[in-house]
């Protein structure tokens, strides 16, 4: 008897919950004039195109320098955004940290910092940049940057409040001073996660490098968007392949990495 | 002294200290070869028409503009608005369609409910999807279906599935398996053991998961509205900053988005904290 | 004069409870003494205040001349260096080699930069070896610390905490996670700390029958406060019980032990 009435509340509550959707989800359609049936009725027809339109052909293999010069470029831009915001994050992150941070109003600085540049989108901070360091690698640069400071020091906080940190009280009874026991004790305990970490926002930027690129107009992005808007659409099949390569091995290779550090 | 025997000296004729493992040496490996990169790539750099000083100088003044001077001039509070609405409704839509669509994907992808190769089809299938930045998949759905809320949502749907396939499917493998094989045993079928044990058993698990994404979605919405036309407040963000150079509007703008963002990270993080045990929080 | 005098040691957490009350004691180089009481009696905090882990709210500790309440930052860590800590988890850091986990011992008296940088000198590491192999741990030098046992990750500890050359060893239940054997092993080699070295050892312990087998003095506590100071062999069931409040007994008992 109890056990039914518990199933039924519980299915009323589903049940409930879906209508809800629903509901929202109507909305949403009408808002955004958005037709469920017309967009997935649309599909067959859009992959018909994409398979018939998108393919590499000879003549645009052509291009395969100029594009690979790009990617190069926009890859490094990633991984330089991704490993100078480390350093930034790792200070905030050891600042926010309730298990080895220094003072509550530090922690909430930093967190607030944090909280600032994730949030604010990394479309918004390319604008802003856009307008003052115009159309070179640094705007891009710079963008990332600031979005991934917000992600990594998300993380670090995390992985620093997550891991044992039994040994930091062992170490200041030796007399260690605060800057040796983040150093040798706190940060070489995290190190796998951090790098862990390190890995993914590299992947992620190297994503968001091409959204960034068709906003700033550097990189691969930028590339994209020429044989884009000039309806080269060999062009944006082999750029759109470069990208998926690039992004594949990149993460092959960093699920190798983490598979023996973790 | 017998000690001597174990230790491990350096070429320099020094005591060494470091365990030199694998583990030791790719971690050292890697944070090399990405410090040489980081080099490589600031050397590199197009530094083309770039005044570094005048453009900090400038975007410290930009900044200021933005923050402390917000206002709207294009438009006004109704519209700006409508069009927060216009974002969060293709985020909703994206999210919502994902999540369908991802149920079924995942009860296809989770090890405990089929086998083996169709799992493996599904992952790698899922490893091209997230391949492509979504910010290309609108983009090629806009040339492809047309331009339109249509392109904007089958773009971001992309991304959405291969989040929440993997997401869902983790839950569906820890379902106890002993409630799937007591009804197995009762001569349920494959869709009864789903309706009657999977769903229930994980349901507010899914939701919390699937918010997760709506509050990814909200900041992928606001970026496909810049960067592909999509509409929104990103669009009016784009046409507001590389349109009519109106900082202050920008800020505006910022603002209306921060306060959204912020909100809902907050309610994902609450539902973090009360769903989810510590081991795979985000 | 005595190497270390606890006088009217107070200490409260939030101002409420009291966690310890009017400790008075006083210790002399050489001695082996043991702390025992039941748990939340106060020991943990007894030894933090010896060498400030905690700060001290009422009375003073004086720890080989200086008065340990009131020295500043630098004096406080130089006075670390002279006090080695051992722990119930033994607090290593668990990915790092058993080398470089004792030599985090010597930390207190480097800079921050060489300490940052690793520079240890040549006689550090080899003291460090040398005391590995006293503790039977030397073939182990190089592996990390989560790939050893309880007993053997203790001893890492031990060894951490005597490369400091302190003056005096703290140790905080040393072998509550340890089976017998590994307990053993480890109370031998801190009783062998303070026989061959001269190292003044104190240790908190919640086995009776330990304490009395290795100490030279047990200090019972109860409710924060001291109620048995004597040479081991005076500890007798009915003391015992007084501790360990197994047997209701009034108040006025307590006085009396504590008068003895």
């Not at chain 1, 993914?200 to 930028?222: D, K, P, Q, S």
Request: hydrophobic residues 50%; aromatic residues 10%; glycine residues 6%.
């Amino acid at each position: 008897m109890n056990e039914n009435r518990i199933r039924y509340k519980k299915n009323q509550q589903m049940i409930i919950v879906v209508l809800l959707l629903a509901l929202v989800t109507y909305l949403s359609s009408v808002l955004t004039d958005f037709n469920i049936l017309h967009g997935l009725a649309t599909l067959p027809e859009a992959f018909i195109w994409i398979f018939s339109n998108l393919v590499v052909t000879e003549e645009s293999l052509e291009r395969m320098p100029t594009i690979l010069d790009k990617l190069v470029e926009t890859i490094l831009m990633s991984i330089a955004a991704t490993t100078t915001a480390t350093i930034l994050s790792l200070f905030l992150g050891v600042m926010g940290s309730k298990s080895v941070g220094t003072s509550k109003l530090l922690g909430i600085l930093a967190r607030f910092i944090a909280s600032l540049s994730r949030n604010i989108p990394v479309v918004a901070w390319a604008l802003i940049l856009l307008l003052s360091f115009g159309q070179n690698s640094l705007t891009g640069y710079l963008a990332l940057f600031v979005g991934s400071v917000g992600f990594l020091t998300r993380a670090f906080i995390e992985v620093i409040d997550e891991s044992s940190q039994s040994a930091v009280e062992a170490l200041q009874a030796t007399g260690a001073t605060y800057i040796q026991i983040i150093m040798k004790a706190v940060i070489p305990e995290c190190l796998p996660q951090i790098i862990s970490w390190i890995l993914f926002m590299i992947e992620t930027n190297i994503r968001n490098a091409t959204l960034v690129g068709i906003l700033t107009g550097t990189g691969i992005g930028y590339t994209f968007d020429l044989y884009y808007k000039t309806l080269n659409y060999h062009g944006v099949a082999l750029v759109t392949v470069s990208i998926v390569v690039a992004v594949i091995l990149i993460e092959l290779l960093s699920n190798h990495v983490r598979k023996v550090i973790l | 002294m017998q000690a001597t025997t174990h230790m491990k000296r350096r070429s320099d004729g020094r005591i060494s200290i470091k365990s030199g493992n694998e583990v030791q040496l790719i971690m050292q490996l890697t944070i090399l070869i990405l410090t040489v990169l980081t080099v490589l790539a600031f050397l590199f750099f197009d530094y083309t028409g770039l005044d570094i000083q005048r453009a900090i100088q400038e975007t410290a003044y930009n900044l200021k503009v933005m923050f402390l001077e917000p206002a709207l001039s294009h438009f006004g509070w109704g519209e700006a608005i409508y069009q927060v609405g216009i974002t969060l409704g293709l985020a909703f839509l994206s999210t919502i369609l994902g999540a369908v669509l991802s149920f079924f994907l995942a009860l296809s992808a989770a090890t405990n409910l089929t086998n083996e190769w169709i799992t493996k089809i599904v992952r790698i299938f899922l490893a091209f999807i997230r391949a492509v930045p979504t910010v290309l998949w609108v983009l090629i759905f806009a040339i492809a279906a047309g331009l339109g809320s249509e392109a904007a949502v089958l773009g971001m749907l992309f991304h959405s599935i291969a989040y929440l396939v993997k997401a869902f499917s983790e839950a569906f493998e820890e379902v106890d398996k002993g409630i799937i094989e007591a009804l197995r045993a009762t001569g349920a079928g494959w869709w009864h053991i789903v309706v009657h044990a999977i769903l229930p058993s994980t349901f507010t698990y899914l939701m919390s998961w699937t918010f997760l994404r709506f509050e990814i979605n909200f900041a992928v919405a606001v970026a496909m509205g810049a960067a592909a036309g999509a509409g929104g407040i990103g669009f009016e963000l784009f046409m507001a900053s590389s349109f009519y150079f109106d900082l202050r509007e920008v800020g505006m703008i910022t603002y209306m988005i921060l306060v959204l963002a912020i909100i809902l990270e907050v309610i994902s993080t609450l539902l973090k904290n009360r769903y989810f045990p510590a081991s795979i929080k985000n | 004069m005595s190497l270390l005098t606890v006088q009217q040691l107070g200490k409260s957490y939030n101002n409420q409870n009291k966690v310890l009350q009017n400790v008075n004691f006083e210790v002399d180089a050489g001695e082996f003494i043991s702390i025992i009481g039941p748990s939340g009696a106060g020991k943990s905090t007894l030894l933090r205040c010896i060498n400030r882990m905690v700060d001290i709210d009422e009375g003073a500790v004086i720890f080989d001349g200086a008065d340990v309440g009131t020295l500043n930052k630098k004096e406080l860590r130089k006075l670390r260096t002279d006090i080695g800590m051992v722990f119930q988890h033994y607090n290593l850091v668990p990915r790092l080699s058993v080398i470089e986990n004792v030599l985090h011992g010597r930390f207190g008296y480097k800079t921050t930069l060489q300490g940052v940088m690793g520079r240890f000198t040549e006689e550090e590491k080899e003291r460090a070896f040398f005391l590995l192999e006293k503790l039977g741990i030397v073939e182990h030098a190089y592996k990390r610390c989560d790939q050893l046992s309880g007993g053997q990750q203790q001893r890492v500890g031990i060894a951490r905490a005597l490369i400091q050359e302190p003056k005096i060893v703290l140790c905080d239940e040393p072998i509550a996670s340890l089976d017998p054997n590994a307990s053993k092993i480890i109370m031998d080699h801190l009783k062998s700390i303070t026989m061959e070295l001269g190292i003044t050892c104190i240790v908190n312990l919640h086995q009776v029958e330990v304490a009395r087998d290795y100490s030279d003095r047990i200090i019972g506590l109860r409710q924060g406060q001291v109620v048995f100071d004597d040479v081991s062999h005076r500890l007798t069931l009915e003391r015992t019980d007084v501790i360990y409040g197994t047997k209701t007994k009034p108040v006025p008992v307590v006085r009396e032990l504590a008068t003895v």
